[in-house]
Antibody, heavy 121, light 108 residues
Framework: EVQLVESGGGLVKPGGSLRLSCVGS????????MNWVRQAPGKGLEWVSV????????YYADSVKGRFTISRDNAKSSLYLQMNSLRAEDTAVYYC??????????????WGRGTLVTVSS | SYVLTQPPSVSVAPGQTARITCGGN??????VHWYQQKPGQAPLLVVY???DRPSGIPERFSGSNSANTATLTISRVEAGDEADYYC???????????FGIGTKVTVL
């Protein structure tokens, strides 16, 4: 089955750190760029970061730049998000998503179910 | 930064047509994607590159994009179409993905 499964979420205090993981299966993980997208409770979708298939490019949303680090291990079909200096406003469900490229434009055609990160004292 | 503007809500009777707009400066020059999200579920791609449908998405879902407005059209609306819908583009000037705020579609 083609799927993405996130893990690593939980409750963390402000200023703390957390590392999220996303494992892909049923497809050639190393052939796709991957996104992290988050959704605060009751709010809309917010893009967090993207990493190309082999790490040639990495981009971050301004809200997380300097605090979050995206990485991947294609041998393990895994994507990671290291989150440091966490704030209350980072509380959200974090989704990983696969990017398909058509005519030079990418869109997220496969999403995981998400993992909840709660930042609270 | 690039801003996408969506109406917060759209209401439609079953069997009628729902149109969800996504406004942006010269958005017609960009490729727009649309996602459906039902409560407690992950987003689902319903239209990509303005007007293409992924396999498994009903033909009732269609998209268009011109000038400053992209539109997702849902024909013959069904109760199961009730969800939040988000538009998305890639902003090459900031190298950011951008989502609209989302539109809640209510089937009356």
């Amino acid at each position: 089955e083609v799927q993405l499964v996130e893990s690593g979420g939980g409750l963390v205090k402000p200023g703390g750190s957390l590392r999220l993981s996303c494992v892909g299966s049923g497809f050639s993980f190393g052939s796709y760029s991957m996104n992290w997208v988050r959704q605060a409770p009751g709010k809309g979708l917010e893009w967090v970061s993207v990493m190309s298939s082999r790490g040639g490019y990495i981009y971050y949303a301004d809200s997380v730049k300097g605090r979050f680090t995206i990485s991947r291990d294609n041998a393990k079909s895994s994507l990671y998000l290291q989150m440091n200096s966490l704030r209350a406003e980072d509380t959200a469900v974090y989704y990983c998503a696969r990017n398909e490229v058509v005519r030079g434009v990418s869109h997220s055609d496969l999403w995981g179910r998400g993992t909840l990160v709660t930042v609270s004292s | 930064s690039y801003v996408l503007t969506q109406p917060p809500s759209v209401s439609v009777a079953p069997g009628q047509t729902a149109r969800i707009t996504c406004g942006g400066n010269n958005i017609g020059s960009k490729s727009v994607h649309w996602y459906q999200q039902k409560p407690g579920q992950a987003p689902l791609l319903v239209v990509y590159d303005n007007s293409d449908r992924p396999s498994g998405i009903p033909e009732r879902f269609s998209g268009s994009n011109s000038a400053n407005t992209a539109t997702l059209t849902i024909s013959r609306v069904e109760a199961g179409d009730e969800a939040d819908y988000y538009c998305q583009v890639w902003d090459s000037s900031t190298v950011h993905e951008v989502f609209g705020i989302g539109t809640k579609v209510t089937v009356l």
